[in-house]
Nanobody, 126 residues
Framework: QVRLVEAGGGLVQAGGSLRLSCAAS????????VGWFRQAPGKEREFVAA????????YYADSLKGRFTISRDNVKNTVYLQMNDLKPEDTAVYYC???????????????????WGQGTQVTVSS
């Protein structure tokens, strides 16, 4: 069991930045892939970004490349999502997910991830 805790959400004006964090207390987190997803009201949960266990490989939704950056610090057992030039359409609840064995071809599928955090709200005003 891996318990994930997201933090860093909030209200920001369009063009602003936020950095989300996803922390876990279990040591297995440092050997797990971690992904970020988001879900806006009335919409399905969508893939945002993912990173492999050692941070060597990162993956992004095509529409977010260049604005969002995922990174991790395995000493702190934390994964980050830096979000720049935020737009109102980025408004959603952001979730992190972890899985020790998810293959890259499945990372965009929310149903394939084993563990989820409770989510953090990001609201971007125009």
């Amino acid at each position: 069991q891996v318990r994930l805790v997201e933090a860093g959400g909030g209200l920001v004006q369009a063009g602003g930045s936020l950095r989300l964090s996803c922390a876990a207390s279990e040591r297995t987190f440092s050997s797990s892939g971690v992904g970020w997803f988001r879900q806006a009201p009335g919409k399905e949960r969508e893939f945002v970004a993912a990173i492999d266990w050692n941070g060597q490989n990162t993956y992004y939704a095509d529409s977010l490349k260049g604005r969002f950056t995922i990174s991790r610090d395995n000493v702190k057992n934390t994964v980050y999502l830096q979000m720049n030039d935020l737009k109102p359409e980025d408004t959603a609840v952001y979730y992190c997910a972890a899985d020790a064995n998810i293959p890259p071809r499945l990372i965009t599928s929310a149903s394939k991830w084993d563990y989820w955090g409770q989510g953090t709200q990001v609201t971007v005003s125009s």
